[in-house]
């Protein structure tokens, strides 16, 4: 659960990027908007879980939110310290940005990047340690891994610790490079699909081991997945959030039980209604109209789901509804079916779409 001091805060964040599509560099550049508009708090102990399907932005959004990419506009800021300022030569921040880059810390999705294959287990545990914790003689060290091995189910750790990446199966990889994350002592792990490339069973392992983990530390994480069943595990078992990503911007944000229960926006009951683990009941749910992902180069007018969303109308075409709460004041949705005075509701709908309340 939350304690309500925030630790890292995304205002107006955008991240564009430029790329080439032709011969000519100057002539022939496209914008690819990754992360559009998107606003994000998060406080000591968050647990909070962002879903959306490949490409949506999720990776670029998570990078920019423990400062790894810098956004084309709006700001970043850690316990209130604009992390891009800090980063400049000679600004004298109030939190310096070396105290910054070890509060956020990032566990990658593929097993074998996330450890150096050229170190052993010991060597690649024992640099955090050098690093951040100068008080610690070589013996503590060593104790501090051995205990941290010993607490992951890495038995005995000795073994462990002698062991070099290729000698361990990608759970136990994983599991190293959460605790190497943990030793930094830092406030927020980004965890981008860091359990995606494991078997189901020891998904549910790892994650349950990382949300044991947070107590101990108290961290908060930041869970990416493409899989709402992972994001749901880790966001429910931890009363934490669960956002819903769309080509770039955060369509749905709320405690993660009240959006599963009461999904405001028609793109999360599509995400919902695709998860069989998640027994809907009803079985009416709409699917989507069009099955083709946009182009985030040139994405859609107005609301961006419109040219899949089951409920599309020419409103939704022509402009953007901006995120709001409707009941639960935490819970924000962007898109018009939650304001009942919305000119939405007075609109044709689009080909294929219907208009029900
Ligand atoms: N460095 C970059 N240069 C150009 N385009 C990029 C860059 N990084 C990401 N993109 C583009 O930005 C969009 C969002 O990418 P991102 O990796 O954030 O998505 P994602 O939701 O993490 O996808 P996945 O589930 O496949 O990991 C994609 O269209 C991607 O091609
Ligand atoms: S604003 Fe319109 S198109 Fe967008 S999700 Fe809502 S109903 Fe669908
Ligand atoms: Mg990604």
Same mark, same amino acid.
């Given at each position: 659960m939350s304690t309500h001091e925030t630790v890292v805060s995304l205002s107006g964040v955008d991240v564009h990027f430029d790329t080439e599509s032709g011969i000519n560099p100057f002539t022939d550049s496209e914008t690819v908007r990754?992360? !559009?508009?998107v606003d994000l708090e998060i406080d000591e102990k968050d647990v909070i879980a962002i879903v959306g399907e490949s490409g949506s932005g999720k990776t670029t959004l998570g990078k920019t939110a423990v400062g790894l990419q810098k956004p084309t506009s709006g700001t970043v800021s850690y316990r209130g310290q604009d992390v891009w300022k800090a980063r400049k030569?000679?600004?004298?921040? =109030?939190?310096?940005f070396s105290e910054i880059r070890r509060s956020l810390q990032i566990i990658h999705q593929d097993p074998e990047s996330s450890l150096n294959p050229h170190k052993s287990v010991r060597s690649s545990l024992e640099q955090p340690l050098k690093k951040w914790q100068k008080g610690l003689g070589p013996e503590d060290r060593e104790a501090r891994i051995l205990a941290m091995l010993q607490k992951v189910g890495m038995s005995p750790p000795h073994d462990y610790a002698e062991? #070099? /990446?290729?000698?361990?199966?990608g759970g136990e990889t994983q599991r190293v490079a959460l605790i190497r994350a943990l030793l930094m002592n830092p406030d927020l792990i980004l965890a981008d699909e860091a359990v995606s490339a494991l078997d189901v069973s020891l998904r549910v392992e790892m994650m349950d081991l990382m949300l044991d983990l947070q107590d101990s530390f108290n961290t908060s994480y930041l869970f990416i997945s493409h899989d709402l069943s992972n994001a749901r595990y880790v966001a429910e078992h931890a009363d934490g959030y669960l956002g819903v990503m769309y080509l770039g911007e955060l369509v749905e944000f709320g405690p993660a039980k009240e959006v599963l229960k009461n999904p405001q926006h028609p793109y999360t009951k599509v995400l919902r209604w695709a998860t069989p683990s998640l027994e809907i009941t009803d079985e009416t749910e709409p699917p989507v109209r069009k099955i083709d992902i946009p182009d985030p180069v040139n994405p859609p007018s107005g609301c961006r789901f419109h040219t899949r969303? /089951? #409920?599309?109308?020419g409103h939704c075409r022509e402009s953007a509804p901006e995120s709001r709460s409707a009941d639960v004041p935490e819970h924000r949705t962007a898109c018009y079916?939650? !304001? =009942?005075?919305?000119d939405y509701w007075d609109a044709e709908p689009l080909e294929g779409a219907h208009v029900d309340r």
């Open positions: 990754a992360v !559009d508009d030569r000679f600004s004298n921040p =109030e939190i310096p062991r #070099y /990446p290729h000698q361990l199966s969303c /089951p #409920y599309a109308t079916r939650i !304001d =009942e005075h919305s």
